[in-house]
């Protein structure tokens, strides 16, 4: 059974440009999380998304926004992007809300 | 919010040689989760515990789901150099906005050969 797929693997933008990030689960899961990983901050939770949902938020700014398609597959987006935005955006998905997640390898995102 | 505490922050230790970490929470959590995440790539979910006092095994790893539920540890025995890494700890509640996973900041853990 094939894993979280995570694409791109990495990006390069400049400050105020926007961003798509895209998250296949493995197959049969229908929850896909996101997180913000940095090396001061850790792993952040960003959202999740179940059924097409948005069933959980973090404390993040409303730059930070995501969907999931009927397929379950999720994308990220992120509006006029900062520095500060640069870090590893890891997905993972699970069968449901309250079991274990599986991570994909993540993307690595650089604003410059 | 929930916080979790993950100690130590990191550890250098000799090939051969046993290994503990834990993760202490403010809250109560139902499920509690342990992964290793190596250089460039996502974290590898490593055990998963669901009950309260739960011992379980993987390999060389033993976790255990504390009876308070507001901790877990994790053991590595005849620790190798392939086992160098970040471990995190990841707490799970119930019901609503609980269900998303909250993560310890890891311990990075060196194995010298």
């Known amino acids: 059974k094939a894993g979280v797929t995570q694409t791109p693997r990495y990006l390069i933008k400049t400050r105020g440009q926007q961003v798509t990030l895209s998250c296949s689960p493995i197959?049969?899961?229908?929850?896909v999380s996101w997180y913000q990983q940095t090396p001061g901050q850790g792993l952040q939770f960003l959202f999740e998304y179940f059924s097409e949902t948005q069933r959980n938020k973090g404390n993040f700014p409303g730059r930070f926004s995501g969907r999931q398609f009927s397929n379950s597959r999720s994308e990220m987006n992120v509006s006029t992007l900062e520095l500060g935005d640069s870090a590893l955006y890891l997905c993972a998905s699970r069968v449901s809300v309250n079991t274990e997640a599986f991570f994909g390898q993540g993307t690595r995102l650089t604003v410059v | 919010g929930q916080q979790l505490n993950q100690s130590p922050q990191s550890m250098f230790i000799q090939e051969g040689e046993d290994v503990s970490m834990n993760c202490t929470s403010s809250?109560?959590?139902?499920?509690w989760l342990w992964y290793k995440q190596e250089p460039g790539e996502g974290p590898v979910l490593l055990i998963a515990l669901y009950k309260a006092g739960e011992l379980t095994s993987n390999g060389r790893l033993t976790a255990q789901f504390g009876i308070t539920r507001k901790d877990s540890f994790l053991n590595i025995s005849a620790s190798i150099p392939s086992d160098v890494g970040i471990y995190f700890c990841a707490g799970q509640g119930s019901g609503g906005s609980n269900y998303k996973l909250t993560f310890g900041k890891g311990t990075l853990l060196t194995v010298n050969p």
């Open positions: 197959s049969g899961h229908r929850s």
């Open positions: 809250s109560i959590f139902n499920t």
